[in-house]
């Protein structure tokens, strides 16, 4: 079965660390790019970082400097290392595969599985 | 930052009805547009990507269109087990914003 299962979430105080786990199974690892997206409570997905099969790598302004994205293709495991935290970076956490549906010159991205995310909260 | 904003927000419908969905970018993204469907506790779902193009194992009530800057999900005849919340997202630039959500309820 294809799955995506994060871990490592909890309740941190501002200014603290945590690093999130995503470990999958069901398909190669090392063949796929990968994102993390957060929810935070009763707002919308918010895409944050991405990670390609070379390490190229990507973050969104809101997390740039704070986060770092990584992976272990050895451990089928997609990370993301969070430092500095604020009350908002209190998030439901997803990882999500990235695939490719390929037309002439044109690469068009999305994700298609996800896992059931982890929770953070940021909370003195 | 490409912004993309969806409507309705929220829209009530009941079983069996035919529901429609828009979302608009702030600029030409072409058909690097997806859609995705969640419901609490559970892992987003993807439906469409590519505008138009129906993700494996999705129901063909869902279906998707539009270019350029403007793109419309429709779901024909509405099931109990489509009542969730959808997402749309662009894909022409990094970050990959998503709209902000509609959240579709029962009648």
């Known amino acids: 079965e294809v799955q995506l299962v994060e871990s490592g979430g909890g309740l941190v105080q501002p200014g603290g660390s945590l690093r999130l786990s995503c470990v999958v199974s069901?398909?190669?690892?090392?063949?796929?790019?990968f994102n993390w997206v957060r929810q935070a409570p009763g707002k919308g997905l918010e895409w944050i970082a991405y990670?390609?099969?070379?390490?190229?790598?990507f973050y969104a302004d809101s997390v740039q400097g704070r986060v770092t994205i990584s992976r272990d293709n050895a451990k089928s495991s997609l990370y993301l290392q969070m430092s500095s935290l604020r009350a908002e970076d209190t998030a439901l956490y997803f990882c999500?595969?990235?695939?490719?549906?390929?037309?002439?010159?044109?690469?068009?991205?999305?994700?298609?599985?996800w896992g059931k995310g982890t929770t953070v909260t940021v909370s003195s | 930052d490409i912004q993309v904003t969806q409507s309705p927000a929220s829209l009530s419908a009941s079983v069996g009805d035919r529901v429609t969905i828009t979302c608009r970018s702030t600029?030409?993204?072409?058909?690097?547009l997806n859609w995705y469907q969640h419901k609490p506790g559970k892992a987003p779902r993807l439906l469409i990507y590519?505008?138009?193009t129906l993700q494996s194992g999705v129901p063909s009530r869902f279906s998707g269109s539009g270019s350029g800057t403007d793109f419309i999900l429709t779901i024909s005849s509405l099931q109990p087990e489509d009542f969730a919340t959808y997402y749309c997202?662009?894909?022409?630039?990094?970050?990959?914003?998503f709209g902000q959500g509609t959240k579709l309820e029962i009648k």
């Open positions: 590519a505008a138009s």
């Open positions: 069901g398909f190669t690892f090392r063949d796929y790019n």
């Open positions: 999500a595969r990235q695939k490719a549906t390929i037309r002439g010159p044109y690469y068009y991205y999305y994700m298609d599985i």
């Open positions: 990670i390609s099969t070379s390490n190229s790598i």
């Open positions: 997202q662009q894909t022409v630039r990094i970050p990959r914003t």
């Open positions: 600029q030409n993204i072409d058909i690097y």
